[in-house]
């Protein structure tokens, strides 16, 4: 071993595999070389059980001692490795040695592993080409360079020969002979130190962290240095996206230097055809920044850029470029009625789509499947779910805009639920809702049972809660008893027969006919729990429900819930929680689409509502829980590159990786970049924490950039990684089970209510409707969201357009007068000073 | 009076002569009864109701399934429901969904 000093390569980590035959004066250059720019230098052999051995080498038979051995080397120690370099001379021939020809030599499965850790450099020169003849899969289709006497052996294995002296090929670096091994020392140095900051083992295993944190100063030098493009290497033109801080403009060359989200350096070149934007909102025009573009490229700024990478040069060509805010530090989605006028957007694009210009709204016309532009296809199935969903958009549109038609549609929309949805269990004092009807002939059919493969022939807990967001959300504004009288009756459906009382929480499913969690006809539905049985509650109707009425039986059970989430959903041995259980809470790994794998957002959600709990009942482990999710989540579920954030990963980890995989694709689904933004914006506004608000605005960003849809309104199901809306198969609809208008209007309103109050201590305006016969108590309670205790008061309160003083500021209640006529109460809400 | 159920079978039309309390108690057996009898072929499924005093909610929920279950524009008619029952019906909206009739 050789200790290292100070230099370009302090504090890294090279293996040399060695053996006899090696060649002197290559194993001295090499010794020199790394250990004079700081590197520690490791020589590994197959050692035979031996503590050392000693080699000679091929010219004068000088000896060398190794006593590292290569059957000892774990993956950890493996991956702290930044090369592994097979030498000249015969050393890979003898270390190929096996006694059963069937097994791999010890050496070759050491190599064969590093193969699959992209993070560690392959580098293999002149004849240690032998090594890699085992395993030829390794190599196949990759260019290298070799020996001249060992190019058929190479073509041999399926690599692709290239007549140079040094090659590099992503984690493959390959030299010509030992008369090279100094052109092959400089690359490994250069790759090694550009490619620092991307390997994730470092940590781990290193005790003296030997980089500083990225600066914002010109990285010219970095970009120089960073290894090929994956174009270059493969001679191929593909595009992308990236997204970055600016952090140098060099206008002679037109070249845009760029922090990425995780602090790695990218370049853009700019062309005479780029184009240049400032993202927009939903009903805005386009607002063109081309003609302004070289002004506006100035340090700290966040821009998207789309463009091309190309073979030849390795450059990245910009085509279009998206600034999320006028100047630097400014986002678009901070202006102050930035998501109050994209809800209003989106009730208009939803009413058309589903009522035209009619009024009233006429729910008989109300169809679940939308297509992209809001038509209606020939699909006659009007889900429970969907329409609850349309409902909660409605009349969160109008808590934020006043908007007397969304609430219009919000009312009638419940109506229709209650007329058409509804079971009124009378021997059990419950109600449940169908799945939907089928409306296609003169009389309507229920849909009892849920018609979802996940799901199918039971009631899944998931649909009777959404069946509660639209109405209670309504209740919010209009406190209409006939609506309070449904949600406590679905809400004893769920203490009757979802709950377990043994073990505590909710099942997920129960049977049709004796509404048992147990029964045998639930198949893998039987006597289970996961997320959306024991967390939905919550975001869904649950807070919204306890805001409404001040009920503490409601809290009651939000506390249940959330200390059984706490209990049961972290994993001391993975960064994701736990979903699925059985219904003594060990956990299920088997449920089908599920197994072990990770919805990110469902992670995310998670961190936001138990921030929102700890508002309502304090605990040190629920915001411990939250925040520790918000940390571990930028690095497991977002793209670090081009922002945004991922869908479903396996949460495992298999040997050699250090990305968790993608179970079907690496899409990006708009309710999971909700989850994010409000994950991030929640914890930020509870603790303050810069690093959380960064990744609220990234998250933000992406979604107001790629998500909404300007030219037919609404927003996208799914984008591709790159931004590109996806429209193919059940992800171009605009209305299906899950989309409806929930998911981007409770975005509208959350991201309203922490942004202003909160975050940027703003007022903030809301509008409620209370009928004759509203709110039993005739108390309105108007505080918009479980916030932390204190930090926002009632300022201001008008009753159908005048001054009115029945109110309490620090409870946010208003004390309503009794009335022939509906009310319209319409208050402000401030941050207290404290705040 | 305990629960009684005859079923009979012809060109597509199933009926069911139903009597007595269909409580939680006998609703698996009528569950299991009218699952079997919805079988693809059938066009119509009949129920005489005249001797049915009690319809439990569990009654109720076998017949919703066995509709939903059933092909597209299957009807379900309801003949000589008593009073009480058919309030527990309309209390579930399911007599938007059949055809009820005092007399066959």
């Excluded at chain 1, 979604?703 to 193919?728: I, K, M, Q, R, S």
């Excluded at chain 1, 209370?770 to 916030?787: M, Q, S, Y």
């Amino acid at each position: 071993m050789i200790d290292p000093v100070q230099g370009r390569l302090s504090g890294r980590r090279i293996a040399i595999l060695l053996e006899s035959g090696y060649v002197e004066a290559e194993l001295a250059y090499f010794e020199r070389r790394f250990a004079e720019e700081g590197a520690r230098v490791d020589f590994l052999s197959r050692l035979w059980g031996q503590r050392s051995l000693t080699f000679t080498g091929q010219d004068s038979h000088s000896l060398f001692t190794v006593d590292g051995d290569v059957e000892a080397v774990g993956d950890e120690q493996l991956a702290g490795y930044d090369a592994v370099i097979v030498p000249s001379g015969t050393v890979a021939d003898r270390l190929r040695y096996t006694e059963d020809v069937d097994e791999l030599a010890p050496a070759v499965q050491l190599l064969r592993r590093a193969f699959g850790m992209r993070s560690v450099l392959k580098a293999i020169i002149c004849h240690g080409m032998w090594l890699v003849s085992p395993i030829p899969e390794a190599v196949r289709g990759r260019r290298v360079t070799c020996h001249n006497n060992m190019v058929s052996d190479i073509r041999n294995m399926g690599a692709h020969y290239a007549d140079q002296d040094v090659v590099v090929d992503d984690d493959l670096v390959t030299a010509r002979s030992t008369d090279h091994c100094h052109l092959f020392a400089r690359t490994l140095i250069d790759l090694i130190a550009a490619r620092g900051e991307e390997r994730p083992y470092r940590a781990a295993v290193r005790t003296a962290p030997v980089r500083t944190a990225p600066v914002e100063t010109p990285v010219v030098e970095t970009v120089a240095a960073e290894p090929v493009a994956p174009a270059v290497r493969h001679g191929f033109t593909f595009s992308d996206l990236v997204a970055g801080y600016v952090t140098a403009y060099h206008p002679d060359r037109k070249l845009v230097d760029l922090r990425t989200s995780d602090g790695r350096a990218v370049r853009i070149t700019l062309t005479s055809t780029t184009s240049a934007e400032f993202l927009r909102n939903l009903g805005d025009p386009y607002l063109d920044a081309t003609a302004h573009l070289t002004g506006l490229l100035t340090s700290g700024r966040l821009l998207f850029a789309y463009g091309i990478h190309y073979p030849d040069q390795g450059g990245f060509e910009a085509k279009r470029i998206v600034f999320v805010g006028r100047t630097a530090g400014e986002y678009a989605a901070e202006e102050p009625d930035w998501w109050v006028r994209q809800i209003g957007e989106l009730a208009r694009f939803y009413r058309r789509a589903q009522f035209g210009d009619s009024t009233p709204v006429d729910y008989t016309d109300y169809r679940t499947m939308l297509r992209l532009g809001g038509d209606k296809s020939d699909h006659h199935v009007q889900e429970t779910d969907t329409i609850s969903r349309l409902v909660y958009g409605m009349a969160s549109s109008y808590l934020l805009t006043g908007n007397e038609d969304h609430l219009d549609v919000a009312e009638r929309g419940t109506e229709y639920l209650r007329a058409h949805m509804r079971f009124v269990d009378r021997d059990n004092d419950v109600v449940y809702w169908y799945h939907g009807i089928d409306v296609r002939g003169c009389q309507e059919k229920k849909l009892f049972t849920s018609e979802f493969g996940d799901d199918y022939d039971a009631i899944p807990i998931y649909e009777q809660i959404f069946g509660l967001v639209g109405p209670v959300q309504t209740f919010r504004v209009t406190g209409d008893p006939r609506i309070a009288d449904d949600i406590d009756a679905t809400v004893r459906l769920f203490h009757r027969f979802f709950r377990d009382r043994e073990n505590g929480g909710f099942f997920s499913h129960i049977d049709p006919i004796l509404l048992s969690p147990d029964h045998e006809s639930l198949g893998p539905n039987r006597a289970r729990k996961n997320w959306h049985s024991l967390g939905e509650h919550a975001p869904a109707y649950l807070i919204n429900l306890l805001l409404a009425t001040g009920d503490q039986r409601h809290a009651d059970m939000l506390e249940e819930c959330f200390d059984l989430v706490t209990k049961h959903f972290p994993d001391e041995t993975n960064p994701f929680v736990r979903e699925r259980f059985h219904g003594d809470w060990t956990p299920d790994t088997t449920w089908g689409w599920q197994q072990d794998r990770a919805v990110v957002g469902h992670n995310l959600k998670i961190a936001w509502n138990l921030m929102r709990m700890n508002a309502i009942r304090p605990k040190q482990s629920y915001r411990e829980f939250a925040e520790r999710l918000g940390r571990a989540m930028p690095a497991l579920g977002a793209d670090r590159q081009r922002l945004g954030w991922y869908d479903v990963v396996e949460r495992a980890l298999a040997e050699g990786q250090d990305t968790h995989r993608f179970v079907w694709h690496d899409r990006k689904a708009w309710w999971q970049q909700e989850q994010a933004i409000l994950a991030y914006l929640i914890l930020a506004a509870n603790t303050g924490d810069e690093e959380f608000l960064r990744q609220a605005r990234e998250s933000a960003a992406f979604y107001n950039a790629f998500f909404l849809d300007h030219d037919e309104g609404g927003v996208y199901f799914n984008v591709l990684a790159a931004g590109t809306p996806y429209l193919l198969g059940n992800e171009r609809l605009k209305g299906s089970h899950s989309m409806s208008m929930y998911h981007s209007a409770e975005l509208c309103y959350l991201a309203t209510v922490y942004g202003r109050l909160l975050l940027r201590g703003e007022p903030l305006t809301l509008h409620f409707r209370p009928r004759t016969d509203g709110f039993r108590d005739r108390v309105l309670r108007v505080a918009p969201d479980a916030l932390p205790a204190g930090r926002v008061r009632l300022d201001t309160v008008e009753l159908d357009g005048r001054p009115y003083a029945a109110f309490d500021p620090g409870e946010m209640t208003v004390k309503l007068p009794d009335s022939t006529e509906d009310l319209y109460v319409r208050v402000r809400l401030a941050p207290t000073d404290g705040g | 009076m305990s629960f009684q159920a005859k079923v009979r079978s012809q060109d597509g039309v199933v009926t069911f002569r139903l009597a007595g309390e269909l409580d939680s108690r006998s609703a698996p057996r009528f569950h299991e009864m009218i699952t079997q009898a919805v079988v693809p072929a059938a066009r119509k499924l009949v129920l005489q109701m005249d001797e049915l005093s009690y319809m439990s909610s569990a009654g109720l929920r076998c017949l919703v399934y066995a509709h939903q279950r059933a092909g597209n524009g299957v009807d379900i008619e309801l003949v000589g429901t008593q009073p009480e029952v058919a309030e527990t019906i309309r209390l579930t909206g399911f007599d938007r969904s059949l055809i009820m009739r005092a007399h066959r």
